[in-house]
């Protein structure tokens, strides 16, 4: 059952200040779900996600590092 979309691209690090492209497959490693689970949103307006469920995880690159899952159900 799918239950997270993952939606890769650019984040700023706060380590190193760089600019880094966060792909899928790092996004889901980084967040500890298995791609298995996920839906990849592959364009920056969100149109890959008409027609999927609302209750759906959206996960995101994050400036700050925090990549717990828990945080994003709030």
């Excluded at 792909?23 to 500890?32: C, E, S």
């Amino acid at each position: 059952m799918k239950k997270y979309v993952l939606h890769p691209g650019y984040v700023w690090s706060r380590t190193d200040a760089d600019r880094h492209f966060i792909t899928a497959a790092v996004l889901a490693r980084l967040y500890k779900v298995p791609m298995r689970e996920c839906v990849v949103c592959r364009h920056t307006d969100n149109v890959s996600t008409r027609g999927l469920p609302k209750n759906m995880i959206h996960l995101y690159p994050r400036y700050d590092g925090d990549y717990r899952v828990e945080r994003q159900e709030r």
